[in-house]
């Protein structure tokens, strides 16, 4: 009795931590998601006024729930922009699995993908991401589409 008690403790033990892990990760994942939402704040959105549109790339990301995230940037808008567009904007179903942090954005034809160290670097122009729309859609690394 007392080894069946010890063991339903230690399975008690071992669920709380699970759920302080659980919650540390949404945890983080939020603060992620702030910092994104000021980064796309601060960033070099194309700007909603005037013009014939001819400087800005519309941009459709796909999320691995079907979800959307769009935006309008300048062409010589940073790459990270996208992915500061799908940090703010993408909202897991509870339950479901966070979004990592070294996920990728993808292009279907021609086949291009893009990850945060090469972003870095990029504007979506050079980038090869300079059509009047882009759609990408996210890549997480040992998930299959």
């Known amino acids: ?13 071992a669920e709380e931590r699970e759920k302080a892990a659980a919650a540390a990760a ?5 603060g992620r998601r702030r910092e994104a939402a000021a980064v796309l704040q601060s960033g070099s959105l194309a700007s909603a006024s ?15 729930d ?10 010589t808008a940073p ?5 500061a567009l799908v940090e703010a904007e993408w909202v897991e179903a509870l339950g479901a699995p966070l979004l990592p942090q070294e996920f990728r954005l993808a292009a279907s034809y021609p086949r291009r993908a893009f990850d945060r160290a090469q972003a870095q670097a990029a504007t979506l122009e050079s980038a090869g991401l300079g059509s009047a729309q882009e759609a990408l859609f996210v890549e997480i690394p040992g998930v299959q589409a």
């Open 50 to 64: 005037g013009g014939s549109g001819g400087g800005e790339v519309k941009v459709v990301v796909r999320c691995p």
């Open 1 to 13: 009795a007392a080894a069946a008690a010890a063991a339903a403790a230690a399975e008690r033990e």
């Open 66 to 75: 079907g979800s959307r995230c769009s935006g309008t940037f300048a062409r």
């Open 26 to 30: 949404r945890e983080e994942r939020e």
């Open 79 to 83: 790459l990270a922009l996208l992915f």
